[in-house]
């Protein structure tokens, strides 16, 4: 049992020795948070599904001083990611915008969830027509 | 009949659907890493670096107005430019068009040693350090290299080590139609 503990210890101690970023940005809690949430919504380009916060690439450790000075610089969130939009695209945003491009992206989950609630009602109201028992069709 | 053909179609369409496009990255037709540039039909980004040669001088975008040039990002770690050097070499002597070179994120010395060593196709090599410039650039690894036309718009960009065959079907119908004159 005490040899399970230990070795749940001992990962949790190699993840966080694995974080890239070991000392804060900034002071201010505030700018840190602004830092991590925008570090964590873009992706680094070399190492496709990583965020810039993740990755030790040394473009992702060049976009995180980008993010940082910009911070500093006082620009907003929308200025920093327009200025990561213009020269990387939409993919360096985890979130990505609603455009032509995108529509069936994001439309996608809402379309399957209407299609999956008319077939669940479809069933529903099949059943509560036939009087008794269960689906004959399933049973069979 | 219908409950068990529709899954089995829809199943058959998925499964086709990931087969064509797994094929099509087999053959190298298709990329999933690249991509597209949004700088495309945008202006050039400006930029002032030293020279890798000549350190104590600077080259600024400015001196390229007007003409057209191609611009190749490198450096000394990267294998895939090691690959297209001796191409680099071959279209710098016949395609007309000067090529700059950005040494990307890396050590003078090196650079110097590989140039003297492999040779020098660049007109102008110069070293951004600090990664600033291939931001600028949206650049996200080398060899990449953009075609910037006279009127200073990136009018081409391709990702990967160049070859004299890519640059004839992709860089050189820009250069003959004017647009890069």
Not at chain 1, 91 to 119: E, H, N
């Amino acid at each position: 049992m005490n040899r399970w503990i230990a070795a749940a210890v001992l990962c949790l101690a190699a993840v966080s020795a694995g974080a890239i970023d070991t000392e804060a940005a900034f002071q201010d809690a505030a700018l840190q948070g602004r830092y991590e949430h925008l570090t964590n919504e873009l992706r680094c380009l070399v190492c496709q599904n990583q965020t810039v916060a993740d990755s030790n690439a040394g473009l992702a450790a060049d976009l995180r001083r980008q993010v940082k000075e910009m911070i500093a610089a006082g620009k907003t969130d929308d200025d920093i990611k327009r200025f990561m939009t213009d020269r990387y695209g939409d993919f360096v945003l985890y979130d990505p915008p609603l455009s032509a491009r995108t529509v069936l992206l994001w439309a996608a989950p809402v379309l399957l969830l209407i299609l999956t609630l008319g077939a669940a009602a479809r069933q529903i109201i099949r059943r509560s027509k036939a009087d008794i028992g269960p689906d004959p069709e399933e049973s069979a | 009949m219908w409950r068990y053909f529709v899954p089995a179609a829809v199943f058959l369409a998925l499964g086709g659907v990931f087969a064509f496009t797994l094929m099509r990255i087999d053959s190298g037709k298709l990329d999933v890493r690249e991509i597209q540039s949004p700088l495309i039909g945008k202006p050039a980004p400006a930029f002032s670096l030293p020279s890798v040669l000549e350190p104590s001088r600077l080259v600024d975008s400015r001196s390229l107005a007007g003409k057209s040039y191609a611009f190749n990002v490198w450096g000394t770690w990267c294998g895939g430019c090691r690959e297209e050097h001796a191409a680099l070499i071959a279209i710098s002597r016949t395609s007309g068009v000067p090529i700059i070179g950005l040494d990307w994120k890396d050590e003078r010395p090196q650079a110097q040693a590989w140039l003297a060593q492999l040779g020098n196709p660049y007109t102008e090599v110069i070293s951004d350090a600090e990664g600033r410039t291939a931001i600028d650039w949206g650049v996200y690894g080398a060899p990449e290299t953009f075609l910037v036309s006279p009127a200073g718009i990136i009018v081409e960009k391709f990702i990967g080590p160049l070859t004299e065959a890519v640059w004839q079907q992709k860089f050189a119908p820009h250069i003959k139609a004017g647009v890069a004159q």
